[in-house]
């Protein structure tokens, strides 16, 4: 059907489309006309009014497509019209072909969503898996323990008998208090064993301190990187002692010496 005032209009971009440049009033150099002219003259008077201002370009076509603004009912009856060409109908269906094949959503588009999992069930599931992390968790838990424990029975026939406490890292503050943590070689419960303490830098008393396998477990992990330290500080604190011990015998030798020659008199 041609609209009054139209036939003449449409007569020169039906030649421009066909490559004939005497039909289409002399231009040259034509092979295609304007795509969103043809659409708009060609296509107007078969698709419903509120769809006449999209239709208009191959990408507002794709788009149209992509969201379901334009039917498949709609875009079958535009490429089945009298007044689309088989150029034309070509273009229109390769255009929402591309739209349709470049989405990333293309299973979304032919697959229905799946219905999300019901609560119970994921509540189940979530514990599950809860459970075995825990589990694997406490069990590196406790072989780590267990090879601090290796640390500690080594370190019992030498007899050491020093108290020695090395600071883990550079510790924490606020506007309320600060401190650090401490990893030592210490007496916990009547047994010299590793412990862990925090110190709260504000307060002028020490906290009792932790056996190793009692302490919170971030700071045993924390006190691991530490342990080396605590052995090289550890010699060095024997040496000390035996260097003030030897001086000490040197004075009492002195005290016997005198008490005897007292003694003596």
Do not use: H, W
């Given at each position: 059907m041609i609209l009054p005032g139209e036939s003449r209009v449409k007569r020169r971009l039906t030649a421009m489309w066909d490559g004939n440049p005497a039909l289409a009033g002399g231009e040259?150099?034509?092979?295609?006309?304007?795509?969103?002219?043809?659409?708009?003259?060609?296509?107007?008077?078969?698709?419903?009014?509120p769809l006449v201002p999209e239709v208009q370009s191959p990408s507002n076509l794709n788009a149209l497509a992509?969201?379901?603004?334009?039917?498949?009912?709609?875009?079958?009856?535009?490429?089945?019209?009298?007044?689309?060409?088989?150029?034309?109908?070509?273009?229109?269906?390769?255009a929402v072909v591309s739209g349709v094949q470049s989405s990333s959503n293309l299973n979304a588009l032919k697959m229905p969503k799946p219905e999300s999992e019901p609560l119970p069930a994921r509540?189940?599931?979530?514990?599950?898996?809860?459970?075995?992390?825990?589990?694997?968790?406490?069990?590196?838990?406790?072989?780590?323990s267990k090879q601090v424990g290796q640390v500690e029975a080594l370190m019992?026939?030498?007899?050491i008998g020093i108290e020695c406490w090395v600071k883990m890292g550079q510790g924490w503050s606020s506007a309320e208090s600060r401190g650090h943590w401490d990893v030592g070689y210490v007496k916990v419960a009547g047994k010299w064993s590793i412990g862990i303490?925090?110190?709260?830098?504000?307060e002028p008393e020490y906290p009792d301190p932790w056996?190793?396998?009692?302490?919170p477990r971030r700071l045993r992990l924390k006190a691991v990187d530490y342990i080396p330290a605590?052995?090289?500080?550890?010699?060095?604190?024997?040496?000390?002692?035996?260097?003030?011990?030897?001086?000490?015998?040197?004075?009492?030798?002195?005290?016997?010496?005198?008490?005897?020659?007292?003694?003596?008199q």
């Open positions: 040259t150099g034509f092979s295609e006309p304007d795509y969103g002219s043809v659409m708009s003259l060609k296509i107007t008077k078969q698709v419903p009014q992509m969201s379901k603004q334009i039917s498949d009912a709609e875009v079958s009856r535009l490429l089945s019209s009298s007044n689309v060409n088989a150029p034309m109908a070509k273009r229109i269906s390769d509540v189940k599931s979530s514990f599950k898996q809860l459970a075995e992390a825990t589990a694997a968790l406490n069990t590196a838990s406790d072989k780590l019992k026939p030498l007899n303490r925090e110190v709260d830098d504000c056996a190793f396998g009692d302490a605590l052995l090289d500080e550890l010699a060095k604190k024997a040496v000390e002692a035996t260097s003030d011990i030897d001086k000490k015998m040197e004075d009492v030798s002195e005290l016997v010496a005198a008490l005897k020659e007292s003694a003596s």
